[in-house]
């Protein structure tokens, strides 16, 4: 019987039902290929470690009888003959047995002067003190790392049983899918046809887990062609993975080629993404049909494959720790959402978060983007697994979040507010200075707004007053009494202008060319700096916003909107000249406008803060800011 | 001038000073290689992601306008020619500008029923929805894990801009040394001769840090050399390990070949092990003595070799990270010591621990055996580095402490007791079952007093009470009230008896020969079982203790005791058969004990314990011990 719509928790039931006690058998391997595996026996020491009296100390090999009772005060003196020079680690011939360290002796005219009283077995280290033969070194399950590679060398172990890795092979398939290697440059793939670049991912992960994966040759969406390559693959490997056709569409042949050659065990798990996930049988062996959008896939292989291949390999699954090893978690730790969240009810939900600290408290945000986006799932410093029971989850709400990266905790800044490609490059600069940046573009009013709630180490604004024609100052104003506190840094002035179409086909010059009905525009998102202007403007001449065909068509970036342009969507933007340079688009100026920093003073001693102050002196900055074009230093 | 006795605070500083900004000039290397490098620029994308408008479902690409008031009562209903069937990620052509989902829609007679009203880029993800051409996809510093790596691969970059890794060198000194591969079976090696292991265990370290690590060929103990080799090195590496010979002996030349060809830095750090060390420069490149003992090497290349790893690649030091980075550390943690430590003052010490968990709280021991033993290196579950400035340290204390294995808090038992090979076979079957089992020789008297302390998930006693003649009882009616809620456990019955070389040369018959002038004895250590046994068969015989010689001699395992008595240093031990066939010793018995395990109530519901209280009916358990012969099962 097939389940269907399983709960993550009843997967993992159903694989630890079927394949505990199931391990692979046990292999030999050379001891150079062993660092990482696990060993499947106990190792016993064949030899005493050391296999000679050793000196422990540089000085004299000595009969302890000879110096007793000596003191500094009345040293032994000792015959040549009775006394031997031995460097640390020397052998102590049986005619002694201690040593003496070297500076608790002279020597004088072939005399050794011994200033203490040795006892039997003093300085010296006995056979077998470290290892002794017969015993057992290391344990059933224990990881060779590099000290017991170390130790194994020196004990002469050449082969160690090991834990068998699974041999695991990962079939791409879709008619839309460029296999590897057929095309080099994607900039000429026509439209229709994506890279394949799961398995790219999948091999890192597999070479993480230290488990050899297996790329098959490429499937069409094609019943016949999948049976054939799902027997071939369940007979030369010990798990087989098929990417993507595992949902319900015309082309999702997974299910059906599982149910010709084998046994479906379950089939849609109540997860997000990841939802058509699939587990069969052919020959035994497990195959796991992965959704093939790459969030999908990643959660999958950590939820559903790396679990059968901690099974295979040891028998048994650590239900507490294998999501972990799976994922590569750095760090395991509560922390507090910086942003109210909604989460499906009755499924598991994977968010993408990043991760900083406010005060001396940890918050995560999730990232925005569905399971296609490859940039959210890139960006992330973590995974938080919602349960599926989770449903409202308040800003503030303490979660367990994993992560996968290093998060430098002390030295990373956010920067909440106004988008702008100049500022995205300082990242790099503030991490050149050992220290971390983080921006997110809410825009200049959403950036203020995050500083007075105290969620943001810096903002940036370039917000017009059209009462004043100030830029700023009555905005800043309104956060009053937080912002008395606010320093504010002016960055650079930077032109504001229409991006359009090279050439500019609609010949838009003006703001009121934004009324023409054969012009359509993207707007940015309300509080952004770069829509109060536009809606200043417009004020200014007297055009009502409701009659420009595409007022309401909203993008978060300049360089977002330079691309609608870019392909047609629209036919003006209003944003700054990189955005347009960026997309080989021309840039009719409009106006210039301030460009600042505003950061709390308390935050001026955060090491991200200062890190960034300094970099933007940086010369190399600068000029890489001059090179883009459309800025002006004060 | 050469900064000398150093603590390790200076060293970094040192170090800090003299390598910060002076980084590795950046390589390009391809794709395929990068997993796990450190981008050196910021990677911008060439294309947009998706480059065409893909259908984000399964579905029919429509004109949003020709569904609009769309119901499930009242469904648009289409001619051919306004629908288009697309799969999910298929390119939706420019006549149509939004997708119906399969489930809303339905096909009769060539018309399509749509049953919702649609939004203009409804279930369509517009070109650059993922990544727009020209932003910047991951910045200066990221780790390339497998998800960039995917985008890399999808966003057609095949070559990326990395921070170099030092290429390292690793030269072996040493007359007593054995080069890798010159000898493979370590048994045959003389005495005085050493098999060299530390490149095993650096190579490892070095995989683990994904930096290259050459081994250079052996040199002697000779200046000239020493000299040569290191100055070929200097010229042909960024960075020169110098194994052993950093200390003050006859045949340690390092710092003199570096006072020769550079300069010396520094020589002598306050820590324990790795006190020798030293660090020099050679045509400007970073030269590090380490000195020899296998532990003493690990802590030198965690703490002076990885931060000028780090340097040269980062041109900075993260402080508050490298070291867990340079060991690998899994879990950082506060644990109590289990037992009291005395650390040398004014010196920084590394202690080797190993973990458990007893009720909630968390706790480590030190691990004895000098720098020298590579076992205890091998056994630990991690380390502390204990600050110059510790001295006494109660048992109770808490220390930070870095694990560098996964600990299995939950389901490790820690056993104290009586030693038993047989037993310590038990660890191995209890893992197989899933949980964790550790053994430490402490004696029965010991074990049982750690159980009373709380100390320990179970222990085993076998100790004869003379007055009655019976096993255990008053032992442990003498730990009231604890023990009133003790459990007992026949494991099994087993054999003591006398230990002798092979042939039994002394003739050693009776409990009377121990008394014989011509024979020397290997005793236990007071508290185990089979010394009290000894005890009280001399009393039994009116023997004074104090005329046997070698009483006073102890081991604390029955196989230490064997070792002495195989490599002449006693003529006999009492002990178990076990002991005595491991090392192909004669074994005369003398009499039968009880073996017990001892065990709270309140721990029989332990996984460790309920593992092990299944392991000991387990077939193979018990063939394994039939097979080692003196055992009895009840």
């Known amino acids: 019987m097939v389940k269907e719509h399983l709960p993550l928790e009843e997967v993992w039931q159903l694989l630890r039902a079927r394949w505990t006690g199931r391990r692979l058998p046990v292999e030999r391997i050379p001891l150079q290929q062993a660092h990482g595996a696990l060993l499947a026996e106990d190792i016993v020491s064949p030899i005493n470690v050391p296999h000679y009296p050793a ?3 540089d000085g004299y090999a000595v009969l302890s009888s000879s110096t007793s009772m000596a003191t500094a005060a009345t040293p032994a003196i000792l015959d040549e003959g009775q006394y031997q020079w031995v460097n640390t680690g020397s052998f102590v011939p049986p005619d002694f047995d201690s040593v003496a360290m070297v500076e608790d002796t002279s020597l004088k005219d072939g005399n050794l002067y011994v ?24 344990h059933f399950g224990d990881a060779v790392d590099p000290n017991l590679m170390a130790l194994f060398y020196a004990i002469g172990m050449r082969e160690l049983p090991v834990l068998s890795r699974p041999k695991v092979v990962f079939i791409p398939t ?10 080099e440059d994607p900039s000429y793939l026509p439209p229709g046809k994506v890279m394949e670049s799961n398995s790219v991912m999948l091999e890192c992960l597999f070479e993480k887990w230290k488990t050899p994966l297996f790329i098959g040759p490429h499937v069409k969406d094609d019943l016949k ?31 059906e080629a599982i149910e010709h050659e084998g046994e479906l065990l379950f089939h849609w798990v109540l997860m997000k993404p990841g939802r058509p996930a699939l587990l069969g049988a052919v020959k035994d062996k497990p195959v796991v049909g992965m959704p093939g959008f790459p969030m999908s896939t990643m ?8 679990p059968l291949v901690e099974l295979l390999m040891k028998g048994n699954l650590n239900e507490e720790k294998f999501l972990d090893d799976a994922m590569g978690t750095k760090e395991k730790l509560k922390a507090s959402l910086l942003m109210s969240h909604t989460s499906p009810q009755g499924i598991s939900e994977w968010l993408r978060v990043r991760a900083v600290q406010l005060g001396s408290k940890r918050y995560v945000w999730p990232l925005s983007g569905g399971s296609s986006s490859m940039r959210a799932t890139a960006e992330a410093d973590g995974f938080v697994l919602l349960s599926s029971k989770t449903y409202e989850c308040p800003k503030g709400k303490e979660l367990e979040v994993r992560l996968v990266r290093d998060v430098p905790w002390e030295s990373r800044a956010l920067f909440q507010g106004s988008d702008d490609p100049a500022v995205a490059k300082l990242v790099s600069y503030v991490r050149r200075r050992g220290a971390d940046l983080i921006i997110r573009s809410v825009g200049s009013l959403g950036g203020l707004a995050a500083l007075a709630r105290g969620e943001a180490h810096l903002s940036a604004a370039h917000l017009l007053d059209p009462e004043t024609g100030f830029y700023n100052d009555s905005y800043i104003a309104s956060f009053k009494p937080m912002s008395d506190r606010w320093k504010r840094f002016l960055l650079f002035y930077r032109q504001q202008g229409f991006i359009v179409k090279k050439g500019n086909p609609k010949e838009i010059k003006s703001i009121e060319d934004l009324a023409r009905t054969d012009v359509r525009i993207v707007n940015r998102q309300p509080g952004a700096g770069t829509r109060v202007l536009l809606d200043s403007m417009l004020k200014d001449h007297g055009i009502d916003a409701s009659l420009i065909k595409g007022y309401d ?7 977002d909107a330079s691309c609608r342009v870019a392909w047609g969507l629209a036919d003006v933007a209003l944003g700054i000249k990189s955005a347009a340079d960026a997309l080989d688009l021309d840039f009719i100026p409009i106006t210039e406008e301030p460009y600042e920093f505003v950061i709390p003073e308390d935050e001026l001693r955060h090491p991200g803060i200062a890190a960034l102050l300094d970099a933007i002196s940086d010369e190399e900055f600068r000029e890489e800011v001059d090179r883009m074009g459309g800025y002006r230093w004060p």
């Not at 203490?116 to 006995?126: D, K, W, Y």
């Not at 879709?174 to 095309?183: A, S, W």
């Not at 068509?553 to 360089?559: C, G, I, M, R």
């Open 55 to 57: 000196s422990a100390v």
């Open 115 to 138: 200033y203490v009283s040795l006892s039997p077995g003093a300085n010296l280290r006995p056979v077998g003190e470290d290892i002794v033969k017969g015993q057992i070194v290391a």
């Open 174 to 183: 879709g008619d839309e899918i460029v296999p590897r290697g057929h095309v």
């Open 225 to 255: 062609s999948l049976r054939e390559a799902l027997l071939k693959a369940a007979e030369e490997y010990d798990l087989v993975l098929i990417g993507a056709g595992s949902a319900k569409g015309k082309r999702d042949f997974t299910a």
């Open 299 to 306: 959660v999958v292989a950590w939820s559903v494959v790396y």
């Open 553 to 559: 068509d909203q993008t978060v970036t300049h360089l």
